[in-house]
């Protein structure tokens, strides 16, 4: 969704009665201000006109509430117009109240604002433009602010021109930071809402092997069992063609054993399979990865402190997942081979995935896993992956997840991505290493394997 279509849905998120509130706000405040200037301050306005370009504002907003539905959401080509009308209204005010001279001025920056945070860039630029061009003509053109005395307040000409520069600068910084804000909030809303469908489709796809193993344990008996009495039959029967019948239903019975025993092996819910040892689970996540044309080596053994056997860890949706996008990373770019190594000791285990392809680019590298991170890569490598979009949002949702899980990932390379010209070697690509602390992840030894219970049945 990170799109000019995606800012375009986001405009369709503000509500016309939100802003329609927003603007009776500005206007009551608008008339304080001028009753107050005029009645305390005793200045000389020209409080017909002014309470006009006022209720024009009131009209619109009755226009607003009166002839449109509450639940009513505002386009981008509705935004923009409202957001251009206030400027205007404002601008009126400001002309008939001193101009740059009226301290409210700085008021010009509330629609540049709200562009910048909820419409696109070019709409943005367009309120912004207006919104600069009005305040410069208010600052040359105005009706001096005097009072009931005759006595003119004017600024000198060095403080006026350093307000105008004020404003200019306020537009172009509040528009530029405010959308640079949004723009990476919503990246991270639609980077998380992907990560979310990723681990809610592993965790169905895990559900439903589930399914198929108790299925599969469930109807190998009575298979069997046909199995069996058909191989009886076939031996006390003369007829050939009831002969020919049975042997038919034996093979069907041994075609539905071979189905349900593929299937099986994607049940992965059973009770049994819980947990298990780190190797199993991390080639369980590579397997997808395997027939790619690419080589996957394993390097499974214990470091410093740690016991010969594997520890058992949980097969949780989001660890699978999560290892299988950086799997998928490495294999995307590797040239010939990754490296997957695994290791523990006694209270931790360590997973890095490795391949000798080109690396991270060095200008990524600060912003690795960061959501929708497009690396500009060369023409050469754009050509070798051409249907390559950014590994910014598999990388998020893999580093998500896995921390999720409570891992601590770091990302480097093999060798100096700024090195030209330099051979393929062995490792020289992209390392990613995922280090998890025992207990987040694994079993209580001391606890061993929970009863297994009876059974599930399942339900027709």
């Known amino acids: 969704m990170h799109s000019a279509f995606a800012h375009t849905r986001r405009s369709n998120w503000v509500r016309l009665r939100t802003l329609v509130y927003l603007r009776s706000v500005a206007a009551a405040g608008q008339a304080a201000a001028l009753i107050v200037a005029a009645y305390v301050f005793d200045f000389s306005l020209e409080m017909g006109w002014c309470f006009l370009a006022i209720g024009a504002s009131v009209v619109s907003n009755l226009v607003g509430l009166f002839v449109f539905p509450e639940n009513k959401r505002l386009s981008e080509r509705e935004m923009v117009a409202l957001l251009l009308f206030d400027i205007t209204q404002l601008a009126v005010l400001l002309f008939l109240t001193g101009g740059l001279n009226n301290p409210f001025a700085l008021l010009i920056l509330a629609p540049v604002t709200i562009s910048a945070t909820a419409l696109q860039r070019?709409?943005?630029?367009?309120?912004?433009?207006v919104a600069m061009l009005a305040i410069t003509c208010?600052?040359?053109?105005?009706?001096?602010?005097?009072?009931n005395t005759g006595f003119v307040l004017v600024m000198p000409d060095i403080f006026v021109f350093g307000f105008w520069i004020a404003v200019i600068i306020g537009i172009v910084f509040l528009a530029a930071y405010a959308r640079r804000v949004t723009s990476?909030?919503?990246?991270?809303a639609d980077a998380l809402v992907a990560t979310q469908l990723a681990l809610s489709r592993e965790q169905k796809l895990t559900d439903l092997g589930g399914v198929v193993a108790a299925t599969a344990h469930e109807l190998g008996t009575p298979l069997a069992t046909i199995k069996l009495v058909s191989s009886e039959m076939i031996d006390e029967i003369n007829d050939p063609d009831l002969r020919d019948d049975i042997m038919l239903i034996a093979q069907q019975a041994d075609r539905c054993r071979d189905i349900l025993r593929s299937m099986g092996r994607a049940g992965k819910d059973d009770l049994h399979m819980r947990s298990a040892p780190v190797g199993t689970v991390v080639q369980?996540?590579?397997?997808?990865?395997?027939a790619r044309g690419k080589t996957i080596i394993y390097d499974i053994s214990p470091i410093e402190n740690g016991t010969p056997t594997q520890p058992e860890i949980q097969r949780r949706p989001e660890i699978?997942?999560?290892l299988r996008n950086l799997v998928q990373n490495a294999v995307d770019f590797a040239r010939t081979t990754v490296w997957i190594d695994i290791h523990w000791s006694h209270d931790t285990i360590r997973i890095r995935i490795a391949d000798d392809g080109p690396g991270y680019p060095a200008h990524v590298?600060?912003?690795?896993?960061?959501?929708?991170?497009?690396p500009r890569s060369s023409d050469s490598h754009?050509?070798?992956?051409?249907?390559?979009?950014?590994m910014g949002l598999g990388l998020f949702i893999a580093k998500t997840l896995l921390e999720r899980s409570g891992a601590e990932l770091s990302f480097a390379n093999g060798h100096d991505p700024l090195t030209r010209n330099m051979a393929p070697a062995a490792r020289s690509g992209a390392i990613?290493?995922?280090?998890?602390?025992?207990?987040?992840?694994?079993?209580?030894?001391?606890?061993?394997r929970q009863s297994l219970g009876l059974n599930r049945q399942i339900d027709a």
């Open 122 to 129: 070019r709409s943005t630029v367009l309120v912004s433009a």
């Open 184 to 188: 990476e909030v919503n990246a991270m």
């Open 320 to 322: 699978i997942h999560g």
């Open 432 to 448: 990613v290493e995922s280090v998890w602390n025992l207990n987040d992840i694994g079993f209580d030894p001391e606890k061993g």
């Open 365 to 374: 590298m600060p912003r690795l896993g960061d959501p929708f991170l497009r």
């Open 382 to 390: 754009a050509k070798r992956r051409p249907q390559y979009d950014g």
């Open 138 to 147: 208010v600052a040359i053109w105005h009706v001096p602010l005097t009072t």
């Open 284 to 290: 369980e996540a590579a397997e997808p990865h395997d």
